[in-house]
T-cell receptor, first 116, second 110 residues
Framework: DARVTQTPRDKVTEMGQEVTMRCQPI?????VFWYRQTMMQGLELLAY????????DSGMPKDRFSAEMPDATLATLKIQPSEPRDSAVYFC??????????????FGEGSRLTVL | GQSLEQPSEVTAVEGAIVQINCTYQ??????LSWYQQHDGGAPTFLSY????GLEETGRFSSFLSRSDSYGYLLLQELQMKDSASYFC???????????FGAGTRLFVKA
C-alpha cells in the first residue's frame, strides 16, 4: 500500500530551535510539494520539486525556511530558527504531475509543529 | 499567479444535495481538483477536471468551465460523514504547480 510518509508526526519545540521535517514520497512520483496549514491560512504552498529540482519556493520565508530533496526518497523542510508563528501542520504531498491522468496528489499524515 | 475563491461555509441537511463553487485565476491551467479533509486528517483526493464538463464518481460530481474559470463540486444524498472541509485546487504551468483554495466547511445536519 503506497503512501507518503512524514516524520515527525508531532513536534513541540522552543522558539529559536531548529526543526527538520522529513517526507518520503511515493516511489515513482516526480513532483513533491510542501504545504502549511493553519486555521487562518488554509493550505499554503511553501515549496515544490519536480524530479528533485526545486521549482518554486516563493511561499517560504527565505531567511528561516529551507527545502531540499537530497534523493528521490527524501524531501526535507527545515526551519532555523523557529518562531511561535510557525506553529502549524506541515503536509508533504507527491504526485505524477503531467504524467498522471488524474492530477491526484497523495498527502502524508502531516507534521504538527508547536513552537513555544 | 494563481488564486482561488470558494465559500467559507455551507450547511445542508442529510439526504440533500449541495454545490460548492470555486472560481480561479491562473496564468496557466492544467486542471481543477477537489479534496476532502476531515478534522485532524490529511486532504484526500476526490476528483480532477482537465476538460469542460461534468465528471461523476458515485455521489460526488465535479464540473469545470474553462472559459469561465469556474468549477463546482456537487454532493448528492448527503450523509453525516460528509461533514468536512472541501478544497478546490488549480494546477498550472511551472511543473504542475498546485494551489489550494481556503476551503469550504460543510456541515451536514440530521
Amino acid at each position: 500500500d503506497a503512501r507518503v510518509t512524514q516524520t515527525p508526526r508531532d513536534k513541540v519545540t522552543e522558539m529559536g530551535q531548529e526543526v527538520t521535517m522529513r517526507c518520503q514520497p511515493i516511489l515513482g512520483h516526480n513532483t513533491v510539494f510542501w504545504y502549511r496549514q493553519t486555521m487562518m491560512q488554509g493550505l499554503e504552498l511553501l515549496a515544490y520539486f519536480r524530479n528533485r529540482a526545486p521549482l518554486d519556493d516563493s511561499g517560504m520565508p527565505k531567511d528561516r525556511f529551507s527545502a531540499e530533496m537530497p534523493d528521490a526518497t527524501l524531501a526535507t523542510l527545515k526551519i532555523q530558527p523557529s518562531e511561535p508563528r510557525d506553529s502549524a501542520v506541515y503536509f508533504c504531498a507527491s504526485g505524477l504531475g503531467l504524467a498522471g491522468n488524474t492530477g491526484e496528489l497523495f498527502f502524508g499524515e502531516g507534521s504538527r509543529l508547536t513552537v513555544l | 499567479g494563481q488564486s482561488l475563491e470558494q465559500p467559507s461555509e455551507v450547511t445542508a441537511v442529510e439526504g440533500a444535495i449541495v454545490q460548492i463553487n470555486c472560481t480561479y485565476q491562473t496564468s496557466g491551467f492544467y486542471g481543477l481538483s477537489w479534496y476532502q479533509q476531515h478534522d485532524g486528517g490529511a486532504p484526500t483526493f476526490l476528483s480532477y477536471n482537465a476538460l469542460d464538463g461534468l465528471e461523476e464518481t458515485g455521489r460526488f460530481s465535479s464540473f469545470l468551465s474553462r472559459s469561465d474559470s469556474y468549477g463546482y463540486l456537487l454532493l448528492q444524498e448527503l450523509q453525516m460523514k460528509d461533514s468536512a472541509s472541501y478544497f478546490c485546487a488549480v494546477s498550472g504551468t511551472g511543473g504542475f504547480k498546485t494551489i489550494f483554495g481556503a476551503g469550504t466547511r460543510l456541515f451536514v445536519k440530521a
